[in-house]
Nanobody, 125 residues
Framework: QLQLVESGGGSVQPGGSLKLSCVAS????????MGWFRQAPGKEREFVAT????????YYAEPAKDRFTASRDNAKKSVYLEMNSLKPEDTAVYYC??????????????????WGQGTQVTVSS
């Protein structure tokens, strides 16, 4: 069983930046594709980004392209999401996710094996 704990959320003004972190425990971290999802109030959870097991490649949803960067450090069992040029529409609970397969490369969340508890990001002036 893999446990995921996110941190780094908070409140920021439009145009600001935040870096989310997710630390894993209880499993072999490098075996898992890691991803980030978010859920805004009243909306379904949606894909944000995913990163390959080695960290060599990352893929982003359209709203995240050119503003967000996913990275990972397998030695620290951690994955990160650096978010720049934040907009009010980025306000959501952000979830870290892990899967031993490739489901997250499709942008889908059904069947993703492990989830963190989420961290709130609020973008407001």
């Amino acid at each position: 069983q893999l446990q995921l704990v996110e941190s780094g959320g908070g409140s920021v003004q439009p145009g600001g930046s935040l870096k989310l972190s997710c630390v894993a425990s209880g499993g072999t971290f490098s075996r898992y594709v890691m991803g980030w999802f978010r859920q805004a109030p009243g909306k379904e959870r949606e894909f944000v980004a995913t990163i390959t097991r080695s960290g060599g490649s990352a893929y982003y949803a359209e709203p995240a392209k050119d503003r967000f960067t996913a990275s990972r450090d397998n030695a620290k069992k951690s994955v990160y999401l650096e978010m720049n040029s934040l907009k009010p529409e980025d306000t959501a609970v952000y979830y870290c996710a892990a899967d031993s397969g490739s489901i997250m490369f499709t942008g889908k969340l059904d069947g993703v094996e492990y989830w963190g508890q989420g961290t709130q990001v609020t973008v407001s002036s």
